[in-house]
C-alpha cells in the first residue's frame, strides 16, 4: 500500500466492515477514522487478504441503488415518475448522468424498483443523502397515494377427517 499507493489518507474506504477515511499509513497497521469518530487500527494483511473498496481511488462519485417497493395496485410507471423527481433539490445527487428509475422485479408483497442516481462526494456521507431522497419520496408517495406495501399472507385452514376414537 505504501508502495503501490493504492490507499492513501484522506481516502475514504471499506475493508471488513469498516467504512472510514484514512487517518495514517504505518508499516502494521493502518487508521481509519469512521463518520462516528471511532478509529480503528486495521492490520495492513488486511489489505492484502480481504476485499478492499476504496470510494474515491479514480473519482469523487459514487453510484447509489436503493430498493422500493410499492403495493401491487400502484400505477408503476407514475411511482418511477415520482422516484426520480425524489432526487431533485437533493445536495450532491448529480443531475448528470441523470438519475433513474428500473422496475426490477415482483416480490411477495411488492412490485420492486431500484432508484439510481449518482452522489458526489461520499467522504461526506451517503446515508445523509439516502434519508434526504426517501423523505422527499415519502412526500410524494403520500400526495400520490402511492402505498408502500407491508408483508402479508393468506392462511386457508383445512378442516381435518373426523378420527374414530373406537379404532384406538
Not at 431522497?133 to 412526500?139: E, G, I, P, Y
Not at 400520490?144 to 408483508?151: G, V
Amino acid at each position: 500500500m505504501l508502495v503501490d499507493q493504492s490507499v492513501r489518507p484522506d481516502n475514504v474506504i471499506e475493508v471488513g466492515g469498516t467504512f472510514g477515511k484514512v487517518i495514517s499509513l504505518g508499516a502494521r497497521y493502518t487508521s481509519v477514522e469512521t463518520r462516528d469518530g471511532h478509529e480503528y487500527l486495521i492490520p495492513n494483511e488486511k489489505f492484502i487478504t480481504q476485499e478492499v473498496v476504496n470510494w474515491d481511488f479514480s473519482h469523487s462519485k459514487i453510484r447509489r441503488k436503493i430498493k422500493i417497493g410499492v403495493s401491487y395496485n400502484t400505477d408503476v410507471e407514475l411511482a418511477m415518475s415520482l422516484i426520480v423527481k425524489g432526487t431533485e433539490n437533493v445536495d450532491r445527487i448529480l443531475t448528470t448522468p441523470a438519475p433513474v428509475a428500473r422496475l426490477v422485479g415482483f416480490g411477495e408483497s411488492s412490485v420492486d424498483i431500484e432508484a439510481r442516481f449518482w452522489v458526489e462526494d461520499p467522504a461526506n456521507g451517503v446515508t445523509n443523502i439516502t434519508s434526504d431522497f426517501l423523505l422527499n419520496l415519502w412526500k410524494l408517495f403520500q400526495e400520490n397515494n402511492i402505498e408502500i406495501p407491508f408483508p402479508q399472507q393468506d392462511i386457508h385452514i383445512k378442516e381435518f377427517p373426523r378420527i374414530d376414537k373406537t379404532t384406538f
